[in-house]
């Protein structure tokens, strides 16, 4: 196995050290290495990492501000000065951080895991699959979002709430952005405020003037406009 890695880390020490430790493990194939967050975005659109080793606090745009203008978040450790109280804003399920000086040991078992996730990575162009995640800066607190989590999708101004699990944090991308980008297999735009995770539907009923309303296993009650509904019959065979 060989997972393409980009390091990125304002300080090329720090850089040199993580290369030299990441030696001893074959499986990383360290395709290129970044200073800054710009820097960085770039050669992340460009080569399309599956890992990324990536440094949180960096001058101009943190690590954090890298990963919110990304439309998909690659696999990602951090590797940070931050104490473990600083990491608390995170699903710490959803990825991995070491803390500076770099140990082998918690670096050997932070590789681990991540070829534990990478399994079946099969890309899209264009399109985000249903096995992809997210990552959301919303204020203090961070998220990285497995799609097939996500049963609602709320546009609010120039943002969308993304709701999942019992967490709904809003991201900074518009409800027809994100409609291109999300799998037709499990996401539906019902109107011009909500897509939903056909997936999360609990019960179908008519509405007004043939439209449909459809009922989330939260409970919640979302409309369909009168011309999605038709989509929406022959979509589901109804």
Known sequence: MSIKTILIDDEPLAIMELQAMLKKH???EIIDTAENAVDAINKIKEHKPQLIFLDINMPGKSGFDLLEELDEAPL??????YDQYAIKAFDVNALDYILKPVNTDRLAEAIEKIKKQIGQNKSNEGKLTIDKRIFI????QCFF????????IES?????????????????KSLNYLEEKLPSTHFFRAGR??????????????F???SLQVEMHSGVKIDISQRQSVKFKELMGI
């Open 26 to 28: 074959t499986e990383i």
């Open 76 to 81: 990602t450790i951090f590797v940070t000065a």
């Open 137 to 140: 800066k919303d204020g203090e």
């Open 145 to 152: 979002v497995p799609l097939a989590e996500v049963f609602l």
């Open 156 to 172: 609010v101004g120039n943002y969308a709430r993304i709701y999942y699990q019992n967490k709904k944090p809003l991201l900074h």
């Open 193 to 206: 405020q909500h897509i939903i995770n056909t997936h999360f539907i609990k019960n179908i009923s008519p």
């Open 208 to 210: 007004f003037n043939n």
